[in-house]
């Protein structure tokens, strides 16, 4: 049974940081892509940012130069740092994988429970 849980989100002010963990666990054989979504009330579900197996990187128009991907493949784990957040930041953010089920033996996009980022003062 494939698993990802996230970690680390909560309160922050305005201009401050926080930084988000997705853990992917279970018989996995590989992992193609991780990334994060967010979800506003009354909004879409939106990609932030995406990491592919291969190094690259994407993000979101709104938060390029503030926000930072990362992984570490060993530990299938992907990180969110968040800098000089926002208010309109605030959202529940979810992590995202692409990856080769090793019980299935099929390609699918398994998706974490989500973890709530607020930004206020």
């Known amino acids: 049974q494939v698993q990802l849980r996230e970690s680390g989100g909560g309160l922050v002010q305005p201009g401050g940081s926080l930084r988000l963990s997705c853990v992917a666990s279970?018989?996995?054989?590989?992992?193609?892509?991780m990334g994060w979504y967010r979800q506003a009330p009354g909004k879409q579900r939106e990609l932030v940012a995406a990491s592919t197996s291969g190094g690259s990187t994407n993000y979101a128009d709104s938060v390029k130069g503030r926000f930072t991907i990362s992984r570490d493949n060993a530990k299938r784990t992907v990180y969110l740092q968040m800098n000089s957040l926002k208010p309109e930041d605030t959202a529940v953010y979810s992590c995202?994988?692409?990856?080769?089920?090793?019980?299935?033996?099929?390609?699918?996009?398994?998706w974490g429970q989500g973890t709530q980022v607020t930004v206020s003062s």
């Open positions: 279970g018989n996995i054989l590989s992992i193609y892509s």
């Open positions: 995202n994988a692409d990856l080769l089920s090793g019980s299935s033996y099929t390609r699918y996009n398994y």
